[in-house]
């Protein structure tokens, strides 16, 4: 699929909002904060889905090794503060790797664990830094997966692929339209409103339709008959 690029972005953007004068700025500012709401929207649709803008040159993981009984500084994208949920933490042990569990201050059994050592089964999410319980009694090496935020364009580059898909292009387009068109007096603004909430649902089913374990291929739900569908008399 041939994707689209920003300059496409920013001149539809113009047509929708009318406002063939806004400084490119401007339209990439609101066609940044489109893409957030376009990656918030995707990263809560559904814990199976796992989307990543095409922008993004590698995969959305990391590994880290330490004695550590917090886990705040893990390199690449976690570092820069791009993790927006994190899907699952694994524990390397004998070279293969293990899922950690959630546990959280109200469980029943947290302030064991905290008073513990030894090898770590659980793990606390407290804000950005991830606990783990019992306390470490050696070094590890943790894998962590996440969702993360789609890339932010650049004024300067704007022949740029949009790593989007065509509704999600749509989408973030009518969001900047809205934005940009926010303090004038235009009617149309209405028209561009309403048609938000139809591409934000069709974009919440498509990513929950997703599915990580068939490589991301989308499950269609076929209609089903049975022997005693059709009677005759």
Do not use: C, W
């Amino acid at each position: 699929m041939i994707q689209n690029t920003v300059n496409t972005l920013v001149d539809y953007v113009k047509d929708l909002s009318g406002q063939t004068n806004a400084p490119i700025a401007k339209i990439i500012r609101a066609l940044n904060f489109g893409t957030d709401h376009l990656s918030t929207i995707k990263l809560m649709a559904g814990s199976k889905s796992n989307p990543d803008s095409s922008n993004h040159s590698d995969l959305p993981s990391t590994t880290v090794t330490t004695s550590a009984t917090t886990l705040s500084q893990t390199g690449g994208d976690l570092d820069n503060g791009e993790l927006s949920t994190l899907r699952t933490l694994e524990i390397e042990l004998g070279g293969v790797y293990t899922r950690l569990r959630t546990v959280d201050t109200r469980d029943a059994d947290y302030e064991y664990l905290q008073s513990q050592t030894g090898t770590p089964t659980r793990f606390d999410l407290d804000g950005n830094v991830i606990k783990l319980l019992p306390v470490p009694d050696a070094s590890y090496t943790y894998r962590l997966t996440y969702g993360r935020v789609h890339p932010r364009y650049d004024a300067t580059n704007l022949t740029q692929a949009t790593g989007l898909l065509p509704n999600e292009e749509e989408y973030v387009a009518l969001y900047a339209a809205d934005r940009i068109m926010i303090g004038t007096s235009d009617s149309a603004r209405t028209a561009v409103r309403n048609e938000l909430p139809i591409k934000q649902r069709e974009i919440e089913k498509m990513a929950a339709l997703k599915d990580q374990s068939t490589s991301k291929r989308l499950k269609p739900r076929a209609n089903t008959f049975t022997r005693n569908t059709f009677r005759t008399r």
